[in-house]
Every structure is written in C-alpha cells, then in structure tokens.
C-alpha cells in the first residue's frame, strides 16, 4: 500500500501549466449552451453544494468536518486492483492554532476497506497543514488535497473516509460502496478527473496522479483533464470518448488512440471550460457511444474485453468554493458586492464575450493576485451563505433581507441590541453599531410579522457607508 502527502492548492496551479502539455486526444466539437435553472435553485444548490456532489456520486462527509472525495481505480502489480482515494477540503474545516510565525492544525484520517468475509483493512495517518496568516485559515475554497492507495483484490468493498479535527475532536465521515474491478487484456479504466498526471508503463509502476476530488472546473479558468488508461492491447484501437451536458447534448466527441504495445496506455483529453456550458458534465468512455454517435466511415477497432461504458460526471462552475452554474443568476447574486457597471456589461454582453468579462471582473476584484482564489468574491458568498441561513423571515430569503443585506456588505456587528424580544407586536426594533464606520443602524418590524427593514434614517446613513467602501471609481 501506498500513501501520498496533502497537495496545498497552491503546489497544483503551479505545476498544472507543465501538464498541459501532455499529448491530448483528437478533435473536439462544441454545440450550443443550454440555459439554465432558476435563480432559486441556484441559490438553494450554492448553499447546499455537498447536496450536489452527493448526487454526482462523490464521497461527501456528513459530519462537522465537512470535504468531498473521489475514489479511482487502476491496475497494480499482478492481478491487483489499485484503489486512489482523494478528499478535497478547506482550511477552515479545522482548528488552527498558532505555530510559529504561521498557524497550524493537525487532523487524523483513517480510510477503510470492508469486504464481506474479510477483515476489514484500515489504513490512518495523523497529519498536519501550516499556513503563514490568520486569513488563510478561513479560506473556504479547496485548499487541501489528501490522497491515499491501497492495493485491493477485485471485488465489492465498503469503503469509508473518517477525517478528526485533532483541534476540537470534531468529525467527518463519509461511506461508499464501490467495486474493484479486475483489469483484463484489452480493456481501459473508467475516467479519472485530475488536475495533473504522469502517464505509465507498466501495472508494476505506481501511477502519479494528483486527482480532482470534486470533478470541478472553474469557468474561464483551470483545463479539466480527464484520464484513461488502456491495458494489454495487441493491436492499434481507438476508444470514443463523449462528454455530454446535464440535457444529454454533446459537448466534446473524440478518440484515444492505443498504439497496442501490450502494456499500460495513458490518454488525457483536456476539457477547457470555454467549450463547455455551466452545469454537470458527464463523460462517456466506451465503444457503445460511437454505435449511434459514429461519423460514416468511422470503425473503431476495439479488441474483445473492452466493450463497457465505463462514465463519471464533472461540474463546470465560476468556482469550486461556491457552487453557481448560471450566468445570468451569478450577476443576481452580485447585487450587493460593487462594481456594478462591470455587472451590468456582463449582463448585457454576448454570450460570446461573457467568459472574456468574467475574466477581467474577477482579476480586477481580486485583492491578492498572489492566490488563486479571489478573496473578495469568496467572503461576499459566504456571507450570503451565512446570511440566508440566518436572517431568513416570512417569505423572505435571508440574503435578500435587510439585515442579510447589511451582513453581506459589513460583516458583524461590533454591538447589537434587540428589544424585539420583548415585544409581541409592531415596532419592534434591532439595533446594530459599526463604530469603525461611525455607524448606528435601526431594523424595525413594521408590520408584527417578523419582517426587519431599515428605518429610512438608517437606509440612508447605509447607503452613505456603502458608497465610500466600494470602488470609489464608480462613485
């Protein structure tokens, strides 16, 4: 068995460019964006991101210490079968202490493999991640890759990922029942998502991968890489490969080809998230696409033993912190962030020169460049997230209440004093104090039914707070 360290996020999009270079397959078509859902399921799907990936068929935890995994499998040495299991979490699962100069926080994972008639075979580590500022530890984003092989005989298996946050004793566990495949000649693997990928040999090498956990590609950014492997091939075969929208269009056909050396074949096919639509992706591995998909003329030479469909579903999204596959409800949920003529361009662009603009809107807004993530964007999500969750009232979502609105723009309160406790009827009133704006801001409930709104003193000593915070060139 075999174990691979944490990846920080940073180490893969400083590597990611060299793997880009790796041979890619043939041409692919690309068809016409489909639209999207509604702006409340966008909004209900951001807040409940791990509800989405459970139906995309990842790992997800369901405990305090929240993360999303994969698990792959690939031939090793002999007849076995190779189990890669890849979380992805963020820092801010944790509990961070300081350590130094920096901060730091250890966590324990334990993976385990349960097979009926067997005992279960259980692998754990104790590891640890040091971050440099306080800022760091909140970030929301995928910052922390966990890895883990384990050599398995094929079969069904149980697998569960137990992560302790060794901080505050707190857990996240997430169960899966999978299948070991055995790797006959002339067959391939299912697809595996990644973020880079050495190809190998031989089932004897160990295959150096760095996976994407989530199956998320952010739009107008990172290349999504889809692997493949072949095995034992005698002759020269090409394999379809299809990657089809959430409405069954295709998006991208292609073709591995195998030059039939008889060993392993690794193939990637690069998916830039410029020819895909927003939304779940799935990918479709196998002959059988081609049976209703082929160009004439076209025959694919497929030896026997490989004729399954083998797929795996992708999410392409503006990022993999919040989960929004919509553009135009993406510029709704910017109602409160600034920058509002930058919004309103996008709103009115072409679908043709959207990603161009999403691309200057999150460099332009982005406070460190030095990161990969844009912190800005990423505060202003979480506290809707917060936001929605918190303020919610009669028939009003709490991102969309006054008290949501404040929240979103300023953060907490330093003060706050509520009477409304106390009070059964109409009136009732909240008050919230930002001395560092040398603000003091009144909610009432006007009409007894739970419902705070702004005083129109206060509205208007808000909105004087907001023009001097955001971008001063738009005011």
Known sequence: MHTTPPFPRRFVDRILPFFLALTACGGWQRLNETPGKTTEHEVTQMFDANGLF?????????????????????????????????????????????????????????????????????????????????QE??????????????????????????????????TGTAVQRVTAPAFVPASYSAPVLAYSVHTRSSRDDSLAIVMNPRGTVAYGGDTLLVYVEGYGYSKPADLPIEVRDEHDSLVIRSVMHFAGTGGVEGRILRVVPESAPLGQLEILVGPDNATHNAVPGNRFAIAPGGDAIHRTNALVSFSSAWVVTNFDDLLSLLRYFGENRRVEAMRRAKNSDRIALWQEFYKATDPNPATPENEALDQYFSRIAVANQRYRETGFAGWRSDRGEVFILLGDPDIVQDQSAQLQNANRTIRWEYPNYRLFIYFQDITGFGRFQLTPQSRSEFERVRVRIQSPAEH
């Open 54 to 134: 459970a139906r995309l068929g990842r790992l997800v935890s369901s405990q305090d210490v929240q993360y999303v995994g994969s698990v792959a499998f690939v031939p090793g040495p002999h007849d076995s079968t190779v189990a890669i299991v890849a979380i992805s979490l963020a820092n801010r699962v944790f509990t961070f202490e300081r350590s130094g100069k920096g901060f730091g926080a250890r966590y324990r994972i334990e993976y385990e493999f349960a097979h009926a008639g067997s005992p279960p075979l259980i692998v754990g580590r104790d590891k640890s991640v040091l971050v440099g500022s306080f």
């Open 137 to 170: 530890t909140m970030r929301t984003d995928e910052s922390i890759i966990e890895q883990q092989k384990v050599i398995l005989a094929p079969g069904e298996y149980q697998v569960s990922v137990r992560v302790r946050d060794l901080g505050n004793s707190q």
